[in-house]
């Protein structure tokens, strides 16, 4: 079991940046690979981002954030990180950060969920 808490959520203003943070329980973490995702009101949950559990492995980044999201992990903190920067109003939604086993950028084939943190950007 792997338990997963989000943390770095607020209110900005557009164009403004966040850092989110997903603090993972367990020795195990560098075995996964990790996933952001997000749900705004009204809406299906999107896949924001995922990065493999290997150095220099597989990133991938959904369409509407690449070149404004980085995701980054550090094994010995078992934490993953999510940069979000010149923040878009349709930005606003709950954010995910998700565990696999195995590497997937859809939602079902994740394995663990933290509860989420609230990003809200005003225009």
């Known amino acids: 079991q792997v338990q997963l808490v989000e943390s770095g959520g607020g209110l900005v203003q557009a164009g403004d940046s966040l850092r989110l943070s997903c603090a993972a329980s367990g020795r195990a973490f560098s075995t996964y690979n990790m996933g952001w995702f997000r749900q705004a009101p009204g809406k299906e949950r999107e896949f924001v981002a995922a990065m493999s559990r290997w150095s220099g492995g597989r990133i991938d980044y959904g369409d509407s954030v690449k070149g404004r999201f980085t995701i980054s992990r550090d094994n010995a903190k078992n934490t993953v990180y999510l940069q979000m920067n010149s923040l878009k109003p349709e930005d606003t939604a709950v954010y995910y950060c998700?565990?696999?086993?195995?590497?997937?950028?859809?939602?079902?084939?994740?394995?663990?969920w933290g509860q989420g943190t609230q990003v809200t950007v005003s225009s």
């Open positions: 998700a565990a696999s086993a195995r590497w997937a950028t859809e939602e079902y084939k994740y394995d663990y």
